[in-house]
């Protein structure tokens, strides 16, 4: 399925440590993008990387994209506790018909 | 600014009440969709539209919603007889789809509270 899953679930820090979070889905992909959700907020879009793509940066975030493994990670350096979201993966095969894992909860202490 | 109104932001009904939700674009998007997240949860997809044409609905979409899009720009999302179980943040996205390989817009949601 297009379906992303999140791991760890959880993720608790120090405010200036980096951040690693995973996604892996099943199927062959035109592009993967990863979002942030603040506590009872909507989704706000982070970075969108192409299945041609191994590696990409924005800012503070790098995301990387192995399609032999079907995975995906999500590098957050120098944390701040505004850092502090849950981050959802969102694998696309072509329809934008999104199904999301459970995401990953950051909390990034200060 | 995502580029995506929803409207209202919260809502509180009683059960057996009609709700309706409203999703504007701010600018050209063919494709719409809706999702419903609950607590600790990740959106679930409910349905989506191709310009006024509403082309896939999920399992999760009951009898009793139903969407719209009349004219291809915003949309609504009507719950009849609200059930306690309805309770969650209902979003919005909108996509470009003759611009391949781009990112999809998130509404900042509308969070219904069936009481």
């Known amino acids: 399925s297009q379906q992303g899953e999140e791991d760890p679930q959880a993720l608790s820090i120090q405010e200036g440590e980096n951040a690693t979070m995973n996604c892996s889905y099943k199927?062959?992909?035109?592009?993967l993008q990863w979002y942030r959700q603040n506590s009872g907020r909507g989704l706000v879009h982070l970075i969108l990387?192409?299945?041609?793509?191994r590696e990409k940066h924005s800012g503070r975030l790098r995301v990387t994209l192995d399609t032999s493994k079907k995975s995906s990670s999500l590098l957050i350096t120098a944390s701040r506790a505004a850092d502090t979201a849950s981050y959802f993966c969102?694998?696309?095969?072509?329809?934008?018909?999104?199904?999301f894992g459970t995401g990953t909860r950051l909390k990034v202490l200060a | 600014d995502t580029g995506v109104s929803q409207d209202p932001r919260h809502k509180i009904t009683k059960r057996g009440q009609n709700v309706t939700f409203r999703c504007d674009p701010i600018?050209?998007?063919?494709?719409l969709y809706w999702y419903r997240q609950t607590l600790g949860q990740g959106p679930e997809f409910l349905t989506y539209?191709?310009?006024?044409?509403?082309?896939?609905k999920s399992r999760l979409l009951s009898d009793r919603f139903s969407a719209e899009r009349p004219k291809g720009s915003f949309s609504t999302l009507e719950i009849q007889r609200t059930e306690q179980g309805d309770s969650a943040m209902y979003l919005c996205?909108?996509?470009?789809?003759?611009?391949?390989?781009?990112?999809?817009?998130f509404g900042q949601g509308t969070r219904l509270t069936v009481v």
């Open positions: 969102a694998p696309n095969t072509g329809t934008y018909k999104y199904i």
């Open positions: 199927t062959s992909i035109n592009n």
């Open positions: 990387i192409r299945s041609n793509e």
């Open positions: 600018s050209e998007h063919n494709r």
């Open positions: 539209f191709q310009n006024e044409a509403q082309l896939e």
């Open positions: 996205a909108i996509y470009n789809q003759d611009r391949e390989n781009t990112e999809a817009f």
